[in-house]
């Protein structure tokens, strides 16, 4: 069975410094990784992906996140954070051996203080 | 182009009822899922539909929940009869092809509150 941590409900950073927010995995085959932010009151709207190749992706927003193989991880990242990035965010999987069904994270709640 | 919609977008129940929540899925997209995220937990899928046929419905908690998806469009997730636990998030998400690398896009979500 797949399954996706997200070892902190939620993080705080003050403005204008870098924001991490953690993901690891854990998956039987090859995973398709995605992560997804949700906005007070809003839907869930797509971020980024990792499928093959790079092992740094970037997303919207000037989003990126890091694919760690041997650590099986895929941390979002962003330089510089801003209050408007104060938000919900879930990591997922996919694998196709599981039915392409995405396995979700708990979701980490970032606070970006100014 | 417009994105998946969901509606309502805020529903408030009466233990015992029904409810109704629909989805409209993006334009061209043959595959629409069902997830929630109820109390607070993790979002958990539900089902999935590729055109009007239901591919994987593993995730359906009972039988009070019926998907239907008539003529592979719109989609319909009936609640019958609503219990205290189904309060929560409902989203619909649609996608154009079934890979697993294929991004997956996300509605508003409808909020169930059953009271």
């Known amino acids: 069975a797949q399954s996706v941590a997200q070892p902190e409900d939620q993080v705080n950073v003050a403005e204008g410094n870098p924001l991490t927010v953690k993901c690891t995995y854990s998956?039987?085959?090859?995973?398709?990784l995605f992560w997804y932010v949700q906005y007070p009151n809003r839907g869930l709207q797509f971020l980024l992906k990792y499928i093959t190749g790079d092992n740094l992706v970037k997303g919207s927003y000037g989003f990126e996140a890091e694919f760690n193989k041997s650590q099986t991880s895929f941390h979002l990242k962003k330089p510089s954070a801003l209050v408007s990035d104060s938000a919900l965010y879930f990591c997922a999987v996919r694998v196709s051996a599981a039915g392409n069904k995405l396995t979700f994270g708990g979701g980490t709640r970032v606070l970006v203080k100014p | 182009e417009a994105g998946v919609t969901q509606f309502p977008s805020h529903s408030v129940i009466e233990k015992g009822q029904t409810v109704t929540l629909r989805c409209d899925p993006i334009s061209g997209h043959d595959n629409l899922y069902w997830y929630r995220r109820v109390m607070g937990k993790e979002i958990k899928f539900l089902l999935h539909?590729?055109?009007?046929?239901?591919?994987?419905e593993s995730g359906m908690p009972n039988n009070r929940f019926l998907a239907e998806r008539t003529g592979g469009t719109y989609s319909t997730l009936k609640v019958q009869p609503a219990e205290l636990e189904d309060s929560g998030v409902y989203f619909c998400?649609?996608?154009?092809?079934?890979?697993?690398?294929?991004?997956?896009?996300f509605g508003e979500g409808s909020w169930l509150t059953v009271v």
């Open positions: 998956v039987s085959g090859n995973p398709y």
């Open positions: 998400a649609s996608s154009q092809v079934v890979h697993s690398g294929n991004t997956i896009y």
């Open positions: 539909f590729v055109k009007e046929s239901k591919q994987d």
